[in-house]
């Protein structure tokens, strides 16, 4: 039997979290996915959903696990300095980003957002061994349990990087935080998502939105169907959701999401996937 492979959303909003009464079947929480590699955690994204997943480790003992960042906007990094396994001295982080190699590396970055005018514990104050790493977005690399992982460039303001983290013969990819040219189907993405079996892409913006925003970095879901159409992939699930969409606005995009590709899912906060 092959070994499992899950997909976790530990938070599913773009921008800021926006929990309340009408965001609660969706979920409030920033942008953090939980891959599960067989026995490798594999996170993508450190927004305020990273906590729940650290909650639900916390007395598990020591953890070793990689952090894959789409980029240091604070949707997709806040949740960090509240992940409680970083206070656990014998547990192991490497921690990538793509989009900072030649500006000085993702760690100062990270810094910056722990100095003590901003939050009380520096980086270097966890126990844990964090190890941040950098490399550039259309490069690929393999982490420890046989998972190899590919990558490529997005369309963002200040740059942010696609997964494609493959395991097994199977093959889950992160496309946030990206904007698009209509009628020029990105090619880096293309290539990114070829065949794969799901394909998690930034639909913060209706296309009526999108035509208001077209450089803010963010896409619609008919973007994300024409990409997975042309690239053979299979399962669209739709990410980085507008918080000033509430439940029932999510539900009628969903619907008119699925009603053009089926299949298509809008990611829940606590929605399992399996590959
Ligand atoms: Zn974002
Ligand atoms: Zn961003």
Do not use: Q
Request: hydrophobic share 40%.
């Amino acid at each position: 039997m092959p070994a499992s492979f899950e997909v976790r959303f530990r938070g599913v909003r773009g921008s800021i979290a926006c929990p309340g009464p009408g965001t609660a079947r969706y979920g409030g929480n920033t942008a953090c996915i939980e891959l599960r590699c067989g026995e490798r955690l594999v996170v993508l994204d450190a927004g305020t959903g990273l906590r729940g997943l650290g909650a639900d480790l916390a007395g598990r003992g020591p953890l070793e696990a990689d952090i894959l960042l789409s980029h240091t906007h604070l949707d997709h990094v806040v949740g960090l300095p509240f992940f409680t396994p970083l206070f656990d001295a014998r547990s192991r982080f490497a921690l990538r980003a793509g989009h900072l190699a030649e500006r000085g590396g993702v760690r100062p970055v990270l810094e910056r957002m722990l100095s003590p005018e901003l939050f009380p514990v520096p980086l270097g104050g966890f126990a844990a061994d964090l190890r941040c790493i950098d490399f550039r977005a259309g490069e690929e690399f393999g982490l420890a349990g046989g998972i190899h992982v590919r990558t490529a460039p997005l369309d963002h303001p200040g740059g942010a990087t696609g997964y494609r983290v493959e395991f097994e013969g199977r093959s889950a990819c992160y496309v946030s935080d990206t904007g698009h040219v209509p009628g020029k189907p990105n090619r880096d993405i293309l290539g990114l998502i070829e065949g794969a079996d799901i394909v998690i892409y930034d639909a913060m913006f209706t296309e009526e939105e999108f035509a208001r925003h077209p450089h803010w970095g963010h896409s619609t879901w008919n973007e994300g169907a024409r990409l997975c159409e042309a690239a053979g992939a299979d399962r669209l699930v739709l990410f980085h959701h507008d918080p000033r969409r509430d439940d029932e606005a999510m539900d009628r995009l969903g619907a008119d999401a699925a009603a053009c590709r089926p299949g298509t899912r809008v990611a829940r906060e606590g929605m399992v996937l399996s590959l």
